[in-house]
């Protein structure tokens, strides 16, 4: 990568880690306005020129900050119209720079998995998670339980990174997360994760596995974990039954 690239910007963001690559920098702050409602559904974004003047970033750099966006499904841009806010207003996305409370939950419950090998991702499946169509990844299903035998609070389909592949037949189902037992493995951390959550109509698979009816609501839990290097190294889609699943957010005041 050049002297202009993205991530040999000068200079940190207030309140982000500097070692984070500027452009992620930047897509992470115009995400959380968004989220926050500073920019409401079918607003206009700033300019290009005027997101490098803010942030004191390359065109290049915000280009691709805007493109995370777009293909996390935040934004929709066209050549002569600008950058829109379009999040189909049914998703609740929430960057997660601690993953401690994902170890809380797995550590509390037990995912029993199969592994299927490599497949090529639909466009369905891709658009669904956000990376390209055709691309390979080696796939697992499983159902979490709280307890041996018990109702399946979840129904779990996890693609892992091919490059991660020769770790994969070492994981053991239990309550230690497939992430963790890969990083301890390959010698990572994962320091990010970028989750989705939608409200969805569960389908026969998903309803047949959870013990429910066709089409009843559940919730649709779309998690992409990143390492130190932002390589995306598990990618996770969970449908919850409403009736046994709460989603809790805590934050503290800074």
């Not at 989220?35 to 079918?42: D, V």
């Not at 942030?55 to 750099?61: K, L």
């Not at 020769?166 to 990572?188: D, I, K, M, Y």
């Not at 709460?246 to 503290?252: A, I, L």
Request: proline share 4%; glycine share 10%; hydrophobic share 40%.
């Amino acid at each position: 990568m050049n002297a202009s690239s993205a991530e040999d910007e000068p200079g940190d963001l207030p309140g982000r880690a500097s070692d984070q690559p500027r452009y992620v920098q930047v897509a992470d702050e115009l995400r959380a306005a968004i989220t926050a409602g500073h920019f409401a559904e079918g607003d206009q974004l700033p300019t290009e020129s005027a997101l490098c003047e803010r942030h004191g970033v390359s065109r290049f750099t915000v280009r691709e900050a805007l493109r995370r966006l777009q293909a996390e499904g935040l934004i929709r841009r066209r050549r002569g119209s600008g950058t829109i806010v379009d999040t189909g207003g049914q998703v609740l996305r929430q960057p997660l720079s601690d993953v401690a409370e994902l170890l809380q939950y797995a550590a509390g419950s037990t995912f029993e998995f199969r592994v299927h090998g490599r497949i090529a991702l639909s466009e369905a499946q891709a658009a669904e998670i956000g990376i390209g169509a055709g691309s390979r990844w080696v796939h697992l299903s499983g159902v979490r339980t709280l307890a041996p035998g018990g109702a399946a609070v979840a129904v779990t389909d996890v693609y892992i990174n091919p490059d991660l592949e020769a770790f994969v037949s070492a994981l053991r189902p239990g309550h230690e997360t497939l992430f963790q037992q890969l990083g301890a493995a390959a010698g990572f951390r994962v320091v990010r994760v970028e989750q989705d959550i939608r409200a969805v109509a569960a389908g026969g698979r998903e309803a047949n596995l959870l013990g429910m009816a066709r089409r009843a609501p559940v919730l649709r839990i779309i998690r992409v974990y990143k390492d130190e290097s932002d390589r995306i190294v598990e990618i996770s889609i969970s449908a919850h039954p409403g009736d046994r699943f709460t989603y809790s957010m805590h934050s503290d005041q800074v």
